[in-house]
């Protein structure tokens, strides 16, 4: 199932005042169900009066009367600032499982310990210089920092920078150095390898594409023949079995990925209607720091750079030589960027202090997803989410916890002006 969006809506304030909100809303995946009490709980049910004076609170009411918010599986804390006061409380108290709103947490933290003008730095070292002939003798190393916006355009960047310092071939293997992270890939609580949905995609300080493959089922023009499939970013890292087969009915796709072997392989089953479109699914990518080995050869093939050892993980010699460095976009844009995307990825994440390597949170992770992809609002897509151990923080603590949090989102922008 391809990352759910999210609508995001803004109460409407009288033109010429600014009031600076900080809102909390904790998903209770398994909470028991309960109607009772729906809209008596902190706030009662706004009058259906037209009024030009509807306080803020009972519109706020008024909004999570919707259908994506069950009055049982979701906690409100809207508070204002600077001081902190809640002006709208509805299951406030009551723990949950976070859900996307855990991107909250992460990116006050990050924040407050690395400061928005932090740079993630994915550097290129190698054994040797670049000679006349394009060459370099012995190995090329690709060491990454936790960038969680490595996609395909960053490798793209970085093989042409190669590319441009008279880079043609490299004789010995390239490495991937993912030292700055320990070698957890999930913590506890969170699947196991074998779920291989998009959210459950395992952690490493070097990954690409946020450790996820897109497939692409395209339906063949003729009956009863094997669909195309697109695999993005990187195709050679898959074992890929086709069984699928295009018909005159509807589709039925099923696309599982498996780890055996130190291998990923890809299946692909059932039927796609003739003439009826594409259809795409999101995967899981085990061994992430392969991945993106696979990912900058393919790239880098296509800027006339040849490998001619294999591909493997490893660290950075003390004496090899840096040839590049590629910087993510500042910390602060990461953060906004995952604040303001709907997409949930696994950005619910471990925070990173990168001078001590120490992790806070229910899950180390990226910061981000760069794109909206589409998906539905649905109450079961929001179900579907992994939960952590833990029965999960309140809306009202986790609302007050980034409320405190210096750089947190919530201090004044610099021209004074209260945060939106």
């Not at 809303?25 to 259906?48: K, N």
């Not at 040797?128 to 370099?136: E, L, M």
């Amino acid at each position: 199932m391809p990352p759910p969006t999210y609508a995001r809506a803004r109460p409407r304030v009288a033109a010429g005042r600014r009031i600076p909100l900080l809102l909390v809303a904790s998903l209770a995946l398994t909470s028991p169900a309960s109607a009772a009490g729906y809209l008596a709980d902190d706030h009662p049910a706004p009058s259906e009066t037209p009024s030009a004076a509807v306080p803020l609170a009972d519109r706020l009411a008024s909004l999570v009367r919707g259908p994506a918010l069950n009055p049982d599986d979701t906690g409100i804390a809207v508070l204002l600032l600077p001081g902190g006061r809640p002006i709208f409380t509805r299951n406030a108290d009551r723990p949950a499982q976070p859900a996307s709103t855990m991107k909250i947490l992460t990116s006050a933290a990050a924040l407050a310990l690395m400061k928005p003008e932090f740079v993630y730095q994915t550097r290129i070292f190698a054994d040797s210089a670049i000679d006349g002939s394009g060459s370099v003798t012995g190995n090329l190393y690709i060491q990454g920092s936790g960038a969680p916006d490595l996609v395909g355009e960053s490798w793209w960047l970085m093989a042409r920078r190669l590319a441009a310092l008279g880079l043609r071939r490299v004789e010995g293997d390239l490495v991937a150095d993912e030292s700055y992270f320990d070698s957890l890939r999930r913590p506890p609580g969170w699947p196991a390898p074998a779920a291989d949905s998009w959210y459950n995609a395992p952690i490493g300080a070097l990954s690409c594409n946020f450790n996820v493959v897109t497939v692409t089922v395209d339906p063949s023009p003729l009956l009863g023949a094997r669909p195309d499939l697109t695999l993005e970013p990187a195709a050679s890292y898959f074992q890929v079995l086709n069984r699928a087969t295009t018909t005159s009915g509807p589709t039925s796709l099923a696309v599982s990925r498996s780890f055996e072997n130190g291998q990923n392989a890809l299946v692909v089953g059932g039927t796609i209607r003739r003439g009826g479109g594409p259809a795409v699914f999101h995967r899981s990518v085990e061994e992430p720091a392969l991945y993106a080995l696979n990912a900058f050869r393919e790239i880098a093939r296509a800027e006339h750079i040849e490998f001619k050892g294999s591909l493997t993980v490893g660290t950075v010699p003390e004496k090899a030589r840096e040839l590049h460095t590629y910087e993510s976009r500042p910390l602060g844009s990461c953060a906004t960027t995952c604040r303001d995307s709907v997409s949930i990825c696994p950005t619910h994440g471990w925070s990173m202090d990168p001078a001590s390597r120490t992790r806070t949170g229910c899950r180390r992770g990226f910061w981000l997803r760069h794109w909206r992809a589409p998906g539905t609002t649905s109450r079961s897509d929001l179900r579907s989410s992994p939960p952590c151990r833990s029965a999960g923080p309140t809306a009202r603590s986790t609302s007050g916890l980034v409320a405190r949090v210096p750089g947190g989102g919530c201090a004044p922008r610099r021209d004074g002006s209260p945060p939106r």
